[in-house]
């Protein structure tokens, strides 16, 4: 049977992180490890999720040890010695993982719980082509179920510089059992299955970004490469609210600003990305609702996406 591991990346939410362990642990048609990274959190909750570790028999290490650890494990945590970012934090459990050999790789949000079916939907839905490289699930509210917070992920739109969910906040029931009818940009990081043959390819995320379009970034590259993105449509996360930048909308705005930039400058013309800034810059009038503060960390943003030099990395 193919190794799957799955990544979960923990940052001051232990209790979330708990939970979605044990929905994972529910799932009984695969064989699934489990590899919990903590991206520097608050010592209070630290400890809250080094003692589950250790109280379900699983292994704890330090960052520094991940290189050489070379043994697979139904759960284990990695404690960084700082905030990586969502693909730095991430990448450092598909760096073990692929070191291991696993097969596949499954990206999970902390704070989203799956079912049973979650898992047997993505795995069977990337063997029905060689040429899948990522699937994704859909996407629905942990407090509302029967409401999709999107279907799988969405469209860039790269002249305005923003992204859009796809079928954000509909109805379930009217999801049609037929992926091919739904054609996206990228599927949403929150659960997004890939594979060892994918990464022989093409490589890991890009920690660069440090938060958003990473995995947008990650799925663009492998589709100049030939591969190709779906979503499964019988496979469903239930997901609650992102607490990364959820009580610091500044943040959230300069991030974002940011990656959209550095997206865009490095997939598309010189044109698209000073049309995309200047487009960006007015967009955020309407999205910071005139706010002061997240306006100007959003320009600050889309200031420092451009001047990010791929080619140095800085």
């Known amino acids: 049977m193919s190794k799957i591991g799955v990544v ?32 520097n959190s608050k010592q209070d909750d630290l400890k809250q999720i080094n003692k589950y570790i250790v109280k379900e028999n699983g292994i704890v290490i330090n960052e520094n040890d991940s290189d050489s650890f ?104 009217i999801i049609s059992k037929d992926p091919e009818n739904y054609e996206l940009d990228y599927l949403m990081g ?23 379009f990473e995995e947008h970034d990650w799925q663009y590259r492998a589709k100049q490469q030939g591969w190709e993105i779906v979503v499964a449509t019988l496979s469903n996360i239930y997901h609650k609210s992102s607490k990364s930048t959820k009580n610091n909308r500044e943040k959230y705005f300069y991030y974002i600003s940011r990656a959209s930039m550095m997206f865009n400058k490095r997939h598309f013309s010189k044109i698209i990305l000073l049309l995309s800034s200047f487009s960006l810059s007015l967009l955020l009038l309407y999205k910071t609702k005139l706010n002061f503060k997240n306006y100007s960390n959003g320009l600050r943003g889309i200031y420092h996406g451009l001047l990010f030099d791929w080619q140095g990395k800085k």
């Not at 044990?22 to 699934?32: F, G």
């Open 70 to 173: 070379n043994k697979s494990c139904n759960l284990l945590l990695i404690k960084n010695h700082k905030n990586y970012g969502f693909a730095g934090g991430c990448n450092i459990a598909l760096r073990l993982l692929y070191k291991l050999e696993y097969q596949y790789y499954w990206l999970l949000n902390n704070d989203a719980i799956v079912d049973e079916n979650t898992l047997i939907e993505l795995v069977s839905t990337l063997k029905t082509n060689t040429k899948l490289g990522f699937v994704g699930s859909v996407i629905r509210y942990y407090d509302n179920k029967d409401k999709i917070e999107c279907y799988g992920g969405g469209h860039h739109y790269p002249i305005l510089g923003t992204s859009k969910l796809y079928m954000k906040n509909i109805s379930v029931k």
């Open 8 to 39: 979960l990346l923990n940052w001051n939410s232990a209790e979330d992180t708990i939970e979605c362990i044990e929905s994972i642990k529910k799932i009984k048609s695969y064989l699934v490890d489990i590899v919990v990274v903590d991206n």
């Open 190 to 212: 929150a659960s997004l299955l890939t594979k060892k043959e994918l990464i022989d390819d093409i490589g890991f995320m890009d920690s660069e970004y440090f938060l958003y």
